[in-house]
């Protein structure tokens, strides 16, 4: 090579870079085709996911039994099942442990939280609206609202759930409730657990009012439209929010407990015991 004119060397060289560049780019293109293959082939648009909740418990009990509240549980965990298409999700109860706490002396203080089956959420994405059903001290309420827009901001952070990459968002409600939430775009459904939406892609973990209560995704199955068995709640009482709302503040003050929000989709509970 080094024997040929100086423009003939140029010629050879140049062809030789052209061929690595070309070399290259082919690499690339191949590895972003594949890669674009690959998120089409794992894109879930119908399923089951089943959440872990935890819901701290703020209990006050006065008077002379006051040491008991160190006996009671700090929080309740349940487990949750979403499932979903690309035009409906069923937010419900899933398996409920039965928590006991009993004294020393024999006398039992018993705690149980059993979910009961009928606290369902159906979203409706085309149309754009909820039905919540309520069961509250074995009474049954619907309440429908509509699926309204949910200001959340990506802030860019990213990590793994179940396999799934996740992206970061954080909302901050009107009553300054910040809601931290990492929601997966390969389940291209905007939707979530307790009526957490308007995403471009499935919530699979929430931090409601920093640890309040939280969810996170223990499974995901994907399953046919066909196998969901995906049905809007019928059975219950309608009532407005507002009214469910009342409903339970009036029942709650007659027990002579509290609920930390007043009502619908509080996320922390606060029980006090007056004697």
Not at 102 to 114: A, D, P
Request: glycine share 8%.
């Amino acid at each position: 090579m080094f024997n040929l004119p100086p423009f003939r060397q140029y010629i050879l060289l140049k062809q030789k870079t052209m061929k690595t560049t070309l070399l290259i780019i082919t690499v690339i293109s191949l590895g972003l085709q594949q890669n674009a293959i690959s998120q089409g082939a794992n894109e879930l648009t119908s399923g089951k996911i089943v959440y872990s909740e935890k819901v701290k418990l703020e209990i006050k009990i006065n008077g002379d039994d006051s040491q008991l509240t160190n006996m009671l549980p700090s929080e309740r965990k349940s487990e949750k099942v979403l499932l979903f298409t690309k035009d409906q999700t069923l937010f419900q109860d899933g398996v409920t442990p039965e928590e006991n706490i009993n004294q020393e002396n024999g006398s039992g203080v018993i705690v149980r939280f059993n979910g009961s089956g009928q606290n369902k959420l159906y979203t409706d994405l085309k149309k754009k609206s909820i039905l919540d059903q309520h069961d509250f001290l074995n009474r049954i309420f619907l309440v429908e609202k509509p699926l309204a827009g949910q200001d959340w901001k990506i802030s860019g952070n990213q990590k793994t759930i179940l396999g799934y990459p996740c992206m970061e968002a954080v909302k901050t409600d009107t009553a300054g409730i910040k809601t931290v939430v990492w929601f997966s775009p390969s389940i291209p459904v905007g939707s979530g657990p307790a009526g957490l939406c308007d995403l471009p892609g499935m919530i699979l973990e929430a931090d409601i009012n920093n640890g309040s209560r939280t969810y996170i995704a223990t499974s995901i199955d994907k399953l046919a439209p066909s196998d969901l068995n995906i049905r809007k709640p019928k059975e219950g009482k309608k009532v407005t929010s507002e009214e469910y709302r009342k409903i339970v503040a009036e029942k709650m003050k007659e027990m002579g407990m509290e609920n930390g929000t007043g009502g619908e989709g509080a996320s922390q509970v606060t029980i006090t015991i007056r004697k």
